[in-house]
């Protein structure tokens, strides 16, 4: 007979995935190292998630939800000028990447090149997520037209998206490089040409 | 008794599992996916490659030539300004991802998001596709400064690293989107603000 769901397994299931496919890609991973690293059996997991993509969309989220809420504060600090906060933001998901050795990339990035052909809800969900991301920071560009620190003529939503993308490209080729020189780049010469 | 190596049959595998791989991604097929697409037998992938990162590595070399041949030229068309040389090269290159509906994405950053961390020979190789792809832009744009459009002051070494991955940024979202848009943007919004 099998057993009620229990939340604690799912979020483990969640915690350790998010590991497990971040670091292996979501092809280059099975069920099976899902539910090892959670220590599960794996005939559970479909108990939990009705496919591994919508395991996938989960931990997406997931992975976004902990970004804004880690670093989404450095971009609303009322006490900081706008355009700083734009590149304390991204210093600080610099340092989150650095801390895994440069090596695993930017989940979203990840996913968007291996999942978004396939599959047709993932595309969705990784769209949503990046527009919640380039609405944030589109956020704060307008604080900063506000502050006269942009014209008025710039779009900022547009240039959210800009300034996202070009991060996006940075962190794979750190991932790549294994090393903080495309990071460092971004912040030295990139974010000052896409925002003056 | 094993047949003779043909190298009509290599021809075929290489070609035929580009497209296999450029469109599931590396761990989204299978070998017998890329023979199925070549039309041999399963087994006889392994008597002409020893393995399915090194097939990997030679569909990357493939891509960067078949990129260089087809959109290099227009790089060193000395009878076009070396920055407007630069627009019309990722014109030309966007023109593809729109063949392709905006779905399959790079091959190299697919490839550099998907395999960059399991396979330290596919790393190597991912970053040396990367540093020519620099340099044949970098060149360009030393052209663009010895003809004054650039300031004595950009090192277009690196600015050509920038560019490069404020394209694959931009690639990466148009995939997502299955749109041209992020891909328009770069030419319109990115590279002017990038390149002055």
Known sequence: MPRPPNPEVRARLLEAGRGVVHEQGFNGCGVQEITDAAKVPKGSFYNYFDSKESFAAEILEQ?????????GPLLRDGRVAPLARVRKFFHAVSQDHRANGFAMG?????LSLELSTGSESARRMLLDVMRRWQRALADCLGDAQAHGELGDDVDVSE???IVIEGYEGAVMRS???RSNKALDRFEKAVLPRLLR
């Open 175 to 177: 991932k790549i490089e």
């Open 106 to 110: 930017c989940l979203i990035g990840n």
């Open 159 to 161: 240039l959210a998206a």
């Open 63 to 71: 992975y976004w939800q902990s970004l804004d809420e880690r670093h």
